[in-house]
């Protein structure tokens, strides 16, 4: 409850769009899931921005996620359009000259690896800064909304303390690597334990199931 009230407060303090990364993991869908509830909270009239929903396809995913992802953000297209949430849903793709096979097979990089990870800027980072960068362009600022957490390593935790302190309001960190973006991050306190126990006492609101999750 006191996540979704400082979700609601920050929707409200001003007129910039967000954006949420969605990988289809709990992480990505427990913050998913909040935004939904704090929208569900606020009166029609107080729905004043947009929030994008966006999840990047690499085209080499299994199977198994592929489908997963698809469903869901179809049935979060259909949940959004049902309820009249200012939600919208987008699935991006890297660029042809981007692709994995393209680069692996058509220029020789090597497999990518823990200290070769040239697959994670271009499948990825690329798109969704270009995305970003299109509501910027738009708006002239934005809040990305993301599901890290200090308890996933000693790194992030690091990583994202340092960040706190330059933050530009409460609970507003500036972007490390885009001008006028702000990131908002709802589970930065959360263990892994809470994050599912919010998952299975919370229904998933656009039809997917937690369980399976």
């Known amino acids: 409850d ?6 609601k407060d920050l929707y409200l303090a001003d007129s910039i769009p967000w954006v949420i990364g969605y990988s289809g993991g709990k992480d990505s869908t427990a913050t998913v899931q909040i935004v939904w509830n704090a929208l569900n909270q606020l009166a029609p009239h107080e729905r004043h921005k947009t929030v994008y929903i966006i999840s990047n396809d690499t085209l080499v995913e299994s199977p198994v996620v592929a489908a997963w992802l698809s469903q869901s953000l179809n049935r979060m ?50 798109p969704t800064n270009r995305f970003v960068e299109h509501v910027i362009s ?32 409460e609970h507003l960190n500036p972007s490390s690597t885009m ?26 609101i656009w039809g997917q199931s937690n369980k399976e999750l």
């Open 179 to 204: 001008p006028n973006a702000y990131v908002y991050t709802p589970l930065e306190e959360w263990s892994s334990d809470n994050v599912w126990q919010y998952l299975m006492q919370y229904p998933n």
């Open 77 to 126: 297209k259909k949940a959004a359009a049902a309820s009249g949430l200012p939600i919208e849903v987008h699935q991006l793709k890297p660029d042809i000259n981007d692709t994995f096979w393209v680069n692996l097979i058509g220029r020789g990089y090597p497999y990518p690896r823990r200290n070769m990870r040239w697959c994670t800027d271009r499948l990825k980072i690329g």
């Open 138 to 169: 738009r708006a002239g600022e934005a809040i990305m909304v993301l599901g890290t957490r200090k308890a996933e390593s000693s790194a992030r935790r690091h990583l994202m303390e340092n960040y706190e302190k330059q933050r530009v309001r």
């Open 2 to 7: 006191t996540v979704i009230n400082i979700t």
